[in-house]
T-cell receptor, first 114, second 114 residues
Framework: DAKTTQPPSMDCAEGRAANLPCNHS???????VYWYRQIHSQGPQYIIH???NNETNEMASLIITEDRKSSTLILPHATLRDTAVYYC???????????????FGKGTHLIIQP | AAGVIQSPRHLIKEKRETATLKCYPI?????VYWYQQGPGQDPQFLIS???????DKGSIPDRFSAQQFSDYHSELNMSSLELGDSALYFC?????????????FGNGTRLTVT
């Protein structure tokens, strides 16, 4: 799976949009971009994923650049409960039978300031 | 909605003892994954199973073994425990029938080896 690069930490004011960048310059055509977050000592929580189109769900939006070499996770109205480590992960979907586990990198520690 | 259930939540063992961790996936999920997260570390993939067969293997020590049963639940067996095995152990599940199905994680078992 391609490697990702994220800033180690970010701050964001409560109520503002949090924009978390991720670089995945070696991503290949069949790799999806997944975002997870982990609140202290809890299990990682799935947020969103996409291939090349922008995606939105009730939690966040995912913007993927046209060349797919980078993406941004957007939390539109950050709250204190959004303080967590956010992981950007690229993963091959092997519909032929592979069950690849996610490979977690270092992630971004997002701190929401009151 | 039903989530991934792990038991026990906490486990304390002594060196050289054995431990068994259990994971009950989300209903109709056929694939389970095990992860280990040491203090201050990111989750590390150990092993995965699909339809009771080992599907992928990560950095799982030889002292550990796992299996998936006919009801899709999984158990991680750990023998000759060492102090360094103290960690959070997460189980995740997904459904291969749904393309690009994300992994959903349980809240983990905290293993302390003394």
């Amino acid at each position: 799976d391609a490697k990702t690069t994220q800033p180690p930490s970010m701050d964001c004011a409560e109520g503002r949009a949090a924009n978390l960048p991720c670089n995945h310059s070696t991503i290949s055509g069949n790799e999806y971009v997944y975002w997870y977050r982990q609140i202290h000592s809890q299990g990682p929580q799935y947020i969103i994923h996409g291939l090349k189109n922008n995606e939105t769900n009730e939690m966040a939006s995912l913007i993927i650049t046209e060349d797919r070499k980078s993406s941004t996770l957007i939390l539109p109205h950050a709250t204190l409960r959004d303080t967590a480590v956010y992981y950007c992960i690229v993963r091959v979907w092997d519909s032929g039978g592979g069950a690849d586990g996610l490979t977690f990198g270092k992630g971004t520690h997002l701190i929401i300031q009151p | 909605a039903a989530g991934v259930i792990q038991s026990p939540r906490h486990l304390i063992k002594e060196k050289r003892e054995t431990a068994t961790l259990k994971c009950y996936p989300i209903p109709r999920h056929d694939t389970v994954y095990w992860y280990q997260q040491g203090p201050g570390q990111d989750p590390q993939f150990l092993i995965s199973f699909y339809e009771k067969m080992q599907s992928d293997k990560g950095s799982i020590p030889d002292r550990f073994s796992a299996q998936q049963f006919s009801d899709y639940h999984s158990e991680l067996n750990m023998s000759s425990l060492e102090l360094g095995d103290s960690a959070l152990y997460f189980c995740a599940s997904s459904s291969r029938d749904r393309p690009n199905s994300p992994l959903h994680f349980g809240n983990g078992t905290r293993l302390t080896v003394t």
